[in-house]
């Protein structure tokens, strides 16, 4: 099917008062596989700095850290114990104070994660909340009396298995966790909760943030009457979790969320320049999304998980996710990611039968590039790497754990960094690293990809450098769509410059003369050309005149 829309009318901000973050790259870094500077086997604050400049020769806006707090590592820092603080593994506030210098030089804004739907368990709140039904902090986490038979409050399953309840005889009384058990939840309707969490923010602006991902929001409150969630219609997916036979109305999304974000948004407004962006997952991903961004006193941006956990990335797919995210005013403004540390390396699932998978990754990177909003970029993206397999007694991700063999581990995505080829532990470290690298990543490390100019690397900074060049392609709306086979385009408008995009997400050639023939090619990816686009070619056209 092809669809042609006209044009669609955009303002484009004068570019002064374009903020930062729209339409920026911004590069994910998972702290603990990145870069290690003292030889434990476990990447730092200090080996982020170190490499630093690899980073901002990207042509990235900023870089996002995933957490560095003190955490017991349940979940590898997203069980926090301490919100103001980091773990000793990644060094030390100074550590970290240097890292935003340093970025803050190379031009790099800095933004970190806010979990704020849980801590861990070893947090100074919980101990006290958990002491006794009568202290300063009794209601700052969720509990609840069991019932008459002694079974947990409600039927809310947890994300990772298992009932979303246990029992604590200090209290005799349930917690409510929608992760681990190690990970209670926080009662962010207790409005002296929200005013430490606020507190939280303030004290990392005022070491210099510039923004922040806001972890799982939508699981940040729960219904106060404890009503038990409905079954979920039936399905032809396999369902691998308790929590999956749910619909999960009661145990998250409650309809307060937004107005606590507006008060995330009060004060982040306070200190200018400032960004904001919400992780959302779930089955009301869409109507959150907007929700949480609605608006100029909510989030600025939110990303879903339309490409994280796509088996296959398809023209439809492409179409439908940008959909979401009309260009009117009041409606929020998209990221993307097509990878992160909680999903699959997208070559090992989007891997179509006769494409290379090294053409294939330039393909989605272009496509990437070519997305109207923000992009994230995961660590090794722009090197090409693909999903390790970890073996069971390697495995550490604590979900994989509690439902193998059906979950796939995450490990698989957060392997080290391999740095240079050849080198012990690909330069990432001079200890055992705490997850094993995959040899065939070897081939793939950054010196070797530094020194060949037709690597994906460079073809990433290139794509970047495009991208931040171009006002359509950074900024300007989506129009014109073609979604016709395997064949996917759109235009990037903006005043006064039209992008056309094309790409073959198939493995047999496409012919696009007729769709092309007006465009000046300043993208070819994979030899296509004006005439044809090979299996995974990609091509980037300027079109002249007002269409």
């Known amino acids: 099917m092809t669809t042609n829309q006209p044009l669609t009318k955009t303002f484009i901000e004068p570019a002064a008062a374009t903020p930062w973050w729209r339409g920026a790259a911004i590069y994910q870094i998972y702290p603990r596989s990145f870069a290690d500077s003292n030889g434990d086997g476990i990447g730092d604050l200090a080996g982020i700095t170190a490499r630093l400049d690899y980073i901002a020769d990207l042509g990235v806006d900023a870089i996002w850290l995933s957490p560095f707090y003190p ?8 069980d926090i114990a301490d919100y103001c603080g980091v773990d000793p593994i990644f060094g030390s506030l100074a550590d970290f104070d240097a890292l935003v210098a340093r970025a803050h030089a190379l031009g790099l804004k800095v933004t970190t994660d806010l979990v704020f739907a849980h801590t861990s368990d070893q947090h100074a709140w919980f101990a006290e909340s958990r002491a006794s039904r009568h202290n300063a902090k009794a209601d700052w986490y969720v509990w609840a009396d069991a019932r008459a038979d002694g079974s947990p409050p409600t039927n809310w399953q947890s994300v990772f298995g298992g009932p979303a309840w246990t029992w604590d005889a200090r209290r005799g009384q349930y917690f409510m966790h929608n992760f681990l058990t190690s990970q209670p939840q926080l009662n962010v309707h207790n409005r002296a909760v929200q005013d430490a969490l606020l507190a939280v ?14 972890d799982a929001i939508n699981f940040s409150m729960h219904d106060p009457e404890l009503r038990d969630n409905p079954p979920a219609p039936p399905s032809n997916k396999v369902r691998t979790r308790p929590f999956d036979f749910q619909q999960k109305i009661h145990n998250q999304s409650h309809p307060d969320i937004p107005l606590f974000l507006e008060r995330i948004r009060a004060l982040m407004d306070d200190y200018p320049g400032r960004f904001t962006v919400a992780e959302v997952g779930g089955d009301e991903a869409e109507r959150e999304m907007k929700s949480f961004t609605a608006g100029e006193r909510r989030l600025n941006s939110a990303y879903g998980f339309n490409f ?37 390396r997208a070559l090992s699932r989007w891997a179509v039968e006769g494409v290379a998978p090294s053409a294939y990754a330039r393909m989605k990177m272009a496509l990437l590039c070519a997305l109207r909003g923000n992009i994230i970029l ?5 090197l090409g790497l693909d999903q390790v397999e970890i073996p069971f007694e390697l495995v550490k991700d604590p979900e994989a754990l509690k439902n193998w063999p059906l979950t796939l581990s995450r490990d698989g995505a957060r392997t080290p960094l391999p740095w240079i080829a050849g080198a012990a532990n690909a330069g990432f470290s001079e200890g055992d690293p705490w997850l094993p690298l995959d040899a065939a990543h070897d081939a793939l490390a950054v010196d070797r990809q530094q020194a060949d100019p037709d690597s994906l690397l460079a073809l990433t900074r290139r794509l970047l450098a495009l991208r931040a060049d171009s006002p359509a392609l950074r900024l300007g709306a989506n129009d014109r769509w073609v979604v016709e086979g395997e064949l996917l385009g759109f235009d990037r408008v903006s005043a006064g410059q039209r992008v056309r995009c094309l790409f073959n997400l198939g493995a047999a050639a496409i012919d696009v003369s007729l769709r092309a023939a007006d465009g000046t090619p300043i993208l070819a990816v994979n030899g296509a050309d004006t005439a044809l686009l090979p299996p995974a070619g990609a091509l980037w056209l300027e079109i002249s005149g007002d269409e």
């Open 201 to 214: 923010v303030r004290f990392w602006l005022d070491r210099g943030v510039d923004g922040f991902r806001v």
């Open 378 to 382: 995961y660590n090794g993206e722009e």
């Open 308 to 344: 994280l956990y796509a088996d296959r990335l398809t023209p439809k797919l492409v179409r439908e996710a940008a959909d979401q995210w009309i260009d009117a005013p009041g409606v929020g403004w998209p990221s993307w990611a097509f990878e992160n540390h909680d999903a699959p």
């Open 71 to 78: 955490s017991p590592m349940d979940d590898f820092g997203y």
